[in-house]
């Protein structure tokens, strides 16, 4: 399993770390224009999109990806 893992970006990251950079990456402001949320612009916190994201599949897919762009661009 470890040998799948290695080439895998998103292993050993947790959503609140991802969260955590793609808010100092963009702000909450430019972050909610790129993944259009409610809990991204309306009084947004780690906390309540953490909850969201959590329960909402499709949004944390969204999410990842873009991570996974941020790290592509460096």
């Given amino acids: 399993m ?4 290695k ?12 969260l955590e950079h793609l808010v100092t990456y963009y702000g909450w402001e430019q972050l909610s224009t790129k993944i259009n949320i409610n ?4 009084n947004p916190s780690i906390k ?5 994201l959590r329960k909402t599949p499709w ?4 999410v990842e990806s ?4 941020t790290l592509r661009r460096g």
């Fill in 59 to 62: 949004a944390r897919e969204k």
């Fill in 48 to 52: 309540s999109s953490l909850a969201f």
């Fill in 2 to 5: 470890a040998e799948e893992q």
């Fill in 66 to 69: 873009l991570y996974l762009y």
């Fill in 7 to 18: 080439n895998n970006p998103l292993h050993g990251k947790t959503l609140q770390m991802i």
């Fill in 39 to 42: 809990c991204f612009k309306n």
